[in-house]
């Protein structure tokens, strides 16, 4: 008899605890539906401790009422940011149940809300952003990609916020965890813009652009490339080893990409610029010789490979031959001008300490002529070159007071006041 009303007792507790639980549940629905979550949350709060041991039909009930909940509050500006996580996390749990359960009674809406928290979340990571409130920002976009890991743009976005926010810590974990997924980020993007807000709409695909375009709620469609991100990833990742003083891990984490991505030329170009960093420039210099291989009219290449030939000795004719052709693939390519015009006056230093230091001899007097012919003949080298950079950089001080001080050792007074005239 003793063991019956055990069983009797513990069926009658259990059987109170399912009541306060439904009644708890039912004040929560009925203080939202009056505009009160506050209330709500207390009414909630007080059923969790009594929701592990409850039927997957009430779990999923009280994981939605708390979703609202939190969700309503962060509406009213409570504790927006946390509230917003808190709905998010509710949401998940009930749709986790109901996946277990095989029922599916609030699923539907739970993703519809979860969407709309997703939406604030990133409203208010753009207002963060705007604010300069550069780490909240990336922990709201992170947030975000959990929420929904297909959406792994939000992570690199996170990443990259991180970076500015100057948490470099924080930036590295994010960042390894693209590396780890291997993230790429290329793309097609089927753009058209709203004829309700004037705004451009991304389009899952082609055919749902022109759909758009055709019955006529978007106009001006376009197909936009996005190219991988990989390589600023990895040089992000390399430059952040670098602050750290871990050239070891920089270099690994380069050179793990490229094997993953043999073909991806943007990591090549990373493991350049980390070699370039670390003024290793031969091994610099071999990296962009095998990236002009297969980007053989990438006129910036040429520049880069100019401006490092340059740093060896005897390497002013190569340097030269790589600035040429940048030009020739780019004419307005402004940089390669000036640079070109800087190693045909290199050696104007020591051709004026030459003349200073001759006597007034006539063998003296000889010998500065020459070197006075040498140095004209240098500035006519030069003089193209200067007069291509000033007329693209034509604010630029520096070059246009080279190109009068050439105008003047020339004599060429007509060119030299009509560039005066222009200061």
Same mark, same amino acid.
């Given at each position: 008899m003793?063991?019956?009303n055990?069983?009797?007792a513990? !069926?009658?507790?259990?059987s109170v605890s399912t009541f306060?639980q439904? %009644?708890?549940?039912?004040a929560a629905e009925?203080?939202?539906?009056?505009?009160?979550?506050?209330?709500?949350? +207390?009414a909630?709060?007080?059923?969790? !401790?009594?929701?592990?041991?409850?039927d997957? =039909?009430?779990k999923?009930q009280?994981?939605?009422?708390k979703?609202?909940?939190?969700?309503?509050?962060?509406?009213?500006?409570?504790?927006a940011?946390?509230?917003?996580?808190?709905?998010a *996390?509710a949401y998940?749990d009930?749709?986790?149940?109901?996946k277990?359960s095989?029922? !599916?009674?609030y699923?539907?809406?739970?993703?519809?809300?979860?969407?709309?928290?997703?939406?604030?979340?990133?409203n208010?990571?753009?207002?963060d952003?705007?604010?300069?409130?550069?780490?909240?920002?990336?922990?709201k976009?992170?947030?975000i #990609?959990?929420?929904?890991?297909?959406? +792994?743009?939000?992570?690199? &976005?996170?990443?990259?916020?991180?970076s500015?926010?100057q948490?470099f810590?924080?930036?590295?974990? #994010?960042?390894?965890k693209?590396?780890e997924?291997? #993230?790429?980020g290329?793309?097609t993007?089927?753009?058209?813009? =709203?004829?309700?807000?004037?705004? $451009?709409q991304v389009?899952?695909s082609?055919?749902?652009?022109?759909?758009?375009?055709?019955i006529?709620t978007?106009s001006d469609?376009?197909?936009?490339?996005?190219?991988s991100?990989?390589?600023?990833?990895?040089?992000?990742?390399?430059?952040? &080893?670098?602050?750290?003083n871990?050239?070891?891990?920089a270099k690994?984490s380069?050179?793990?990409a490229?094997s993953?991505n043999p %073909?991806?030329t943007?990591?090549?170009?990373?493991?350049?610029?980390?070699?370039l960093?670390?003024?290793d420039y031969a091994?610099?210099?071999?990296?962009i010789?095998?990236?002009?291989?297969?980007?053989?009219?990438?006129?910036?290449?040429?520049?880069?490979l100019?401006?490092? =030939?340059?740093?060896?000795?005897g390497g002013?004719?190569?340097?030269e031959k790589?600035y040429?052709?940048?030009? $020739?693939?780019?004419?307005?390519?402004?940089?390669?001008?000036?640079?070109?015009?800087?190693l045909?006056?290199?050696?104007?230093?020591?051709?004026? $300490?030459s003349?200073n230091k001759l006597?007034t001899?006539?063998a003296?007097?000889k010998?500065y002529?020459?070197? *006075?012919?040498k140095?004209e003949?240098m500035y006519? !080298?030069?003089l193209p070159y200067l007069?291509?950079a000033?007329?693209?950089?034509?604010?630029?001080?520096?070059?246009?007071s +080279?190109?009068?001080?050439v105008?003047?050792?020339?004599?060429? +007074?007509?060119?030299?006041?009509?560039?005066?005239?222009?200061?």
């Amino acid at each position: 008899m003793k063991i019956k009303n055990l069983v009797i007792a513990s !069926s009658l507790i259990f059987s109170v605890s399912t009541f306060a639980q439904k %009644d708890e549940l039912k004040a929560a629905e009925k203080a939202l539906k009056a505009g009160n979550p506050a209330e709500a949350k +207390t009414a909630l709060t007080q059923a969790e !401790s009594l929701i592990a041991n409850a039927d997957d =039909s009430q779990k999923a009930q009280f994981y939605f009422l708390k979703g609202n909940t939190y969700f309503d509050l962060s509406k009213k500006k409570i504790e927006a940011d946390k509230n917003l996580g808190e709905a998010a *996390k509710a949401y998940n749990d009930l749709m986790e149940v109901e996946k277990k359960s095989g029922k !599916s009674k609030y699923t539907a809406q739970a993703q519809a809300s979860l969407q709309e928290v997703i939406g604030e979340l990133r409203n208010s990571a753009v207002a963060d952003n705007n604010e300069k409130k550069y780490k909240e920002s990336a922990l709201k976009l992170y947030q975000i #990609y959990t929420l929904d890991k297909k959406d +792994t743009i939000m992570l690199y &976005y996170a990443a990259g916020t991180a970076s500015n926010a100057q948490d470099f810590d924080l930036a590295l974990d #994010y960042y390894n965890k693209l590396k780890e997924m291997n #993230y790429s980020g290329k793309a097609t993007n089927y753009v058209a813009k =709203s004829k309700l807000n004037d705004q $451009e709409q991304v389009f899952p695909s082609m055919a749902a652009m022109n759909n758009a375009v055709k019955i006529g709620t978007h106009s001006d469609p376009k197909v936009e490339k996005v190219e991988s991100k990989r390589g600023e990833i990895y040089t992000n990742i390399a430059r952040i &080893y670098i602050m750290k003083n871990d050239i070891p891990s920089a270099k690994k984490s380069i050179s793990d990409a490229r094997s993953l991505n043999p %073909d991806d030329t943007s990591l090549l170009l990373a493991e350049a610029d980390l070699y370039l960093k670390t003024e290793d420039y031969a091994t610099y210099k071999k990296l962009i010789s095998e990236a002009l291989v297969k980007r053989p009219n990438d006129a910036e290449l040429f520049f880069n490979l100019g401006v490092i =030939s340059s740093k060896f000795k005897g390497g002013d004719a190569e340097a030269e031959k790589n600035y040429l052709k940048a030009i $020739e693939i780019d004419p307005n390519y402004k940089n390669a001008y000036v640079n070109l015009a800087i190693l045909k006056l290199s050696n104007e230093k020591d051709i004026v $300490e030459s003349m200073n230091k001759l006597g007034t001899s006539a063998a003296d007097n000889k010998k500065y002529d020459a070197l *006075k012919a040498k140095r004209e003949a240098m500035y006519k !080298s030069a003089l193209p070159y200067l007069e291509k950079a000033e007329q693209l950089f034509a604010n630029d001080k520096d070059i246009r007071s +080279t190109l009068l001080n050439v105008y003047n050792a020339l004599d060429m +007074t007509e060119k030299y006041k009509a560039l005066k005239a222009k200061n």
